[in-house]
């Protein structure tokens, strides 16, 4: 897929505002500082579109992007920083559920995980809560670019390792540096593959 545009539409405070579309919608979510603004700029190849911050748990908002005038990217607040209020967490928690289960033309939610880390618990949990719930997702292994070949193929295996305890199926994994730019038709080439089966 070649992107030709790539175009900020709103940011939501809550499910009920985000934009009345129809358009495919493919969303970004995963714990804070996972590298979710960086990838989703590598992904559109625009570095400005997603706001790249130090500090975790900048995005506390529901962003909407509007690429190729054809479907929606949308950025979802991160889960589990731990600096934020437990009021806060409780409303992000709330934002992101009713946005996941309710918003029909979402057609995958791309779950992101440090490549580096063995697996996390907080992950495992909205993984599985996922799963419980028949949304449709895929895993994206971020900052790949840290580790050597050998050290990355032995985290992804540890990680496959550890859904098969309690997953029969393993959902689709990819795996991304946004430094070097790779894995990016990966994903490209998924979301246009059903984008495709949509319109057929």
């Known amino acids: 897929m070649i992107i030709r545009s790539a175009n900020f539409i709103k940011s939501s ?71 934020l209020s437990k009021s806060k967490r409780q409303v992000f928690s709330e934002m992101i559920t009713k946005y996941i289960m309710n918003r029909e033309n979402l057609h995958c939610l ?19 809560w996922l799963g419980s719930n028949q949304v449709p997702f895929a895993l994206i292994f971020t900052k790949a670019d840290k580790l050597n070949s050998e050290a990355l193929n032995h985290s992804i295996a540890r990680y496959k390792k550890f859904l098969y305890e309690t997953w029969e199926e393993l959902p689709p994994m990819f795996t991304c540096s946004a430094v070097k730019r790779t894995g990016r038709e990966d994903i490209l080439n998924y979301i246009e593959g059903i984008n495709a089966s949509i319109q057929v």
């Open 13 to 83: 405070q809550s499910y009920d505002t985000c934009p009345e579309s129809k358009l495919p919608e493919y969303a970004f979510i995963g714990r804070s500082n996972v590298g979710k603004s960086s990838l989703i700029n590598m992904i559109t190849g625009i570095s400005t579109l997603a706001k790249v911050s130090g500090t975790p748990g900048k995005t506390q908002l529901i962003n909407h992007f509007e690429i190729n005038k054809s479907w929606h990217l949308v950025d979802l607040p991160g889960y589990g920083y731990a600096k």
């Open 110 to 128: 791309f779950v992101l995980v440090d490549s580096r880390l063995k697996p996390q618990e907080i992950d495992s949990t909205f993984i599985n």
